[in-house]
């Protein structure tokens, strides 16, 4: 289809667009950039103003309503499958572990 770009995520992932609603949104996205900067104002604050920016909870829920993968790669899985990490690979896995060492060396170090 002409009108279509197609999107691949890898193995058995993919999906297209309309070129319709795509250029659509693009079309969206330019009005909106003019606008700011037709008012002299600057995205990245617009963004740090709004009350859900200091909420950490915000891009999982943009994730989630919108399906965007976050550990999600645009490289063909056999190039960088960023799902092929183990689970204590990841830094949040790493710093709990880190975290857990440190207390049983203080731990140690209070029993001597």
Known sequence: DDDAMAVDGG????????????????????KYLATMLKSNRDFTDS???????????VLTKI??????DDRGSNYPRALFDAHGYDMADYYDNIAAEARKRQ?????QQQQQ
């Open 103 to 107: 207390r049983e060396a203080q731990q």
């Open 47 to 57: 963004i740090k103003k709004k009350q859900e920016f200091g909420n950490p909870a």
């Open 63 to 68: 994730c989630q309503h919108y399906g965007v």
């Open 11 to 30: 193995e058995g992932e993919s999906g297209s667009y309309s070129g319709d609603s795509y250029s659509g949104a693009q079309d969206r996205v330019a």
